[in-house]
């Protein structure tokens, strides 16, 4: 018999097939104690070990690319993360076996990250996930991971690490579901760029049996369990349709009255590009720059090596528009010549614009870098500053990229609630605002991004995020400035419409959604885009909100 049941859909499309799950975790090795003589020995292995996930999480990166490939390298950070290692070697030491080690060693940084705050709690599933893949290694069992088949399939996870989504092959995995992670999880963010359906916090999905039919709406989120004929008609009627309107769409965004609303690309460097330009996107709304960061963890790159990386993501946009975050260090993304190695919640401590702010040096070699790869080129640059919390963060970043004679907009992200609340204030500094919706729902609901029982609480559609939304557009208008969005929420085609009915001027999201953005806003005018904006802020939960909205846009 059919049934429904409802998660959080994180990836356009839809897929059917039968399940197939996730190979069983590895299991915890047994604690076995060794000689004195045996140390070194079980030392070396466990580096071999190490080095060994290290390479191979790199060597995935490098065959998927783009925003998978800077992921990987940074899973592979995990694993030869020195501190880490130092536990590994004391453990053996003093009688641990080589994979016990390992697993001692990541189940004490496990605990220390889950007792930091939410935010770092969010990356205990990378965590256990390189874990697993060293001491699977060690005990020469294969590694868990999606499962082999030469047949179509929906995968179910309980959830998935960023290395298994990666080089997901889209003919074989239909479509993915797990019952954990949020709408800005790794995986997520992975299944949009590579338009696989997907959904996310479905608790009880791994209840559902091998070999069972199911139906995957990455839209809405709905799952259902041995669809009818009839409903697997309308699902596969309704991605026909969908199909042939991405076909029709091209050009530049706007609503069916000509309301011009720029589609932009969000980029992490040069291989993101090619998707970016093949998607029609017309310039990059958010160019993040710490993944040219991670690359070693201890020094900040070169000027000339920075220089490099800009000037190719520079270059793809002649006469287009390319808005640059600079380094957003701190919280998941700690870097151990930036950010304090002890604070109790890095989430709410020395972060993005702060840490700068206390390393003019990194900061004025980041603007000088941007400065001169954009040299001689015809590209708008706009460089933005993220968490900035009011004007005197706005008016130091302003000062910052004067004084490294920038010859660029410079503008403030919108990611902490002060920042909307006063944001009049904040353009006194800055040229234009960009709201990132990820960090900004955050720390408005104070629920972690990565933590899939408060997804309800991340969902781009609560009224109370509209309503800031709705603040920052009002003020950037107020001062004749602009007010893009960057954040996950753009990327939601039916919400790019309640978007544009707030005010805001742009639209940036992962080059796979364009398409479908660019096709929605198409259909409507906008007066309809605002009507539906006033219909979802007067609702009271995130699904009401899309349903009001979704009812002024079909005219009920």
């Known amino acids: 018999m059919e ?7 994180v990836s356009h499309g839809v897929a059917i097939g039968e399940v197939r799950h996730m190979g069983t975790a590895v299991l915890e090795p047994p ?70 080690g390992v697993y001692d060693a990541f189940a004490a940084y496990r605990d220390l990250l889950a007792g930091a705050g939410e935010y770092m709690a969010g990356r205990v599933a990378d965590l256990d996930d390189v874990r697993n893949r060293i001491v699977a290694r060690l005990l020469g069992v294969p590694m868990p991971g999606v499962p082999d088949s030469d047949e179509p399939y929906v995968l179910i996870a309980r959830d998935l690490a960023p290395a298994d989504t990666a080089l997901l092959d889209p003919a074989l995995v239909l479509g993915f579901v797990t019952e954990e992670g949020g709408p800005t ?21 791994g209840e559902i049996a091998e070999g069972t039919m199911i139906a995957v709406d990455g839209s809405t989120g709905d799952l259902f369990v041995d669809p009818s004929p009839q409903k ?25 009255d000509g309301h011009k609303m720029p589609l ?38 070169s000027e000339e090596k920075q220089i490099e990386s800009y000037r190719k993501v520079l270059e793809a946009f002649p006469e287009g528009r390319v808005v640059v975050r600079v380094l957003d260090a701190g919280a998941d993304k700690p870097l151990d010549f930036l950010t304090p190695g002890d604070e109790p ?49 706005a008016r130091a970043f302003a000062d910052a990229c004067r004084e490294a004679g920038l010859k660029a907009k410079f503008g403030a992200m919108v990611e902490i609630p002060s920042a909307a609340l006063r944001a009049r204030s904040i353009l006194q500094e800055v040229e234009f605002l960009s709201l990132g919706t990820n960090d900004l729902a955050q720390y408005a609901f104070a629920a972690d991004r990565q933590v899939g029982a408060v997804s309800r609480l991340q969902d781009p559609w609560q009224p109370a995020l509209l309503d800031l939304i709705a ?31 707030l005010g805001v001027t742009s639209l940036s999201m992962g080059a796979a959604s364009i398409p479908y953005v660019r096709a929605t806003l198409a259909k409507y005018t906008l007066a309809q885009c605002e009507r539906a904006a006033a219909a979802a802020r007067s609702a009271d939960s995130a699904e009401e909100a899309r349903v009001a909205a979704q009812a002024v846009l079909s005219g009920e």
């Open 471 to 501: 603040m920052s557009a009002d003020a950037a208008r107020a001062e004749g400035k602009s007010c893009g969005v960057c954040g996950e929420a753009a990327s939601d085609p039916l919400l790019a419409c309640v978007l544009t009915g």
């Open 185 to 205: 999880s790794h995986s997520a963010i992975l299944a949009r760029a590579l338009g696989v359906p997907a959904i996310v916090a479905l608790p009880g999905a």
């Open 345 to 393: 919640n890095p989430a709410l401590g020395v972060r993005g614009l702060r840490s700068l702010l206390d390393h003019p040096d990194v900061l004025r070699t980041q603007l000088t870098a941007l400065a001169r790869a954009a040299e001689g080129l015809p590209v708008h640059l706009e460089v933005m500053a993220p968490m900035v919390a009011d004007r005197i963060d």
């Open 3 to 9: 049934t429904t049941l409802r998660g959080v859909g």
């Open 31 to 100: 604690a076995r104690q060794i000689t004195a003589d045996e140390a070194a020995r079980e030392q070396g292995r466990a580096r071999q070990a190490v080095s060994a996930v290290a390479a191979d999480l790199i060597a995935r990166g490098q065959l998927a690319g783009g925003e998978a490939q800077h992921v990987l390298e940074a899973q592979a950070m995990i694993a030869e993360d020195p501190e880490l290692m130092a536990d590994v070697d004391r453990r053996i030491a003093v009688g641990s076996t080589a994979e016990r």
């Open 264 to 301: 932009l690309a969000n980029v992490g460097g040069p291989a993101d590009v090619p998707a970016a330009v093949e998607a029609g996107a017309e310039g990059v709304g958010l160019f993040r720059t710490e993944f040219l960061f991670l690359d070693d963890s201890k020094k900040a790159p």
């Open 232 to 256: 697997r008609a309308e699902l596969e009627a309704a991605a026909a349709e969908r199909k042939a309107a991405l076909a029709a769409s091209s050009g530049p965004g706007a609503t069916s």
